[in-house]
């Protein structure tokens, strides 16, 4: 089994990695189809082959959404970042300056400060 989107040799890669690999790799596919309808869609003038067109579009989010929630449940990183970000309110780049949420970082691994709070 080979990739030519792999960046590092495969026997180096566990199967975690890969499987993240095959995750992302699907993710932006459905989003470049996504992409492909919507502009067809828009650029179509019959109705009914229109609708036809945006159902498919719809499909494609659906299958984006499904690869981005095995990713949220696989990778904690992802998924402090989603808990961050999505359903969230006001200017977007303004999240950023929030601060880091619990769960940015996986568990036991830190900066090498110490604890702000007292804590050991």
């Given amino acids: 089994m080979s990739s030519e989107t792999y960046h590092e040799p495969l026997e180096l890669l566990s199967e975690d990695t890969r499987n993240l690999h095959r995750a992302i790799v699907s993710l932006c596919e459905e ?21 036809v067109i945006t159902h498919n579009k719809n499909e494609e989010i659906e299958h984006a959404m499904m690869n981005l929630e095995w990713i949220r449940r ?30 940015s970082t996986p568990q036991g691994v830190g900066l090498g400060i110490g604890s702000l709070r007292g804590n050991p």
Wanted: aromatic share 8%.
């Fill in 31 to 51: 989003l470049e189809a996504v992409d492909w309808y919507h502009q067809r869609a828009e650029a179509c003038s019959d109705e009914e082959l229109r609708a």
């Fill in 74 to 103: 696989h990778n904690p990183v992802f998924d402090a970042q989603i808990v961050k970000y999505i359903k969230s309110t006001g200017p977007i780049v303004s999240i950023e300056s929030a601060g880091p949420t619990p769960a």
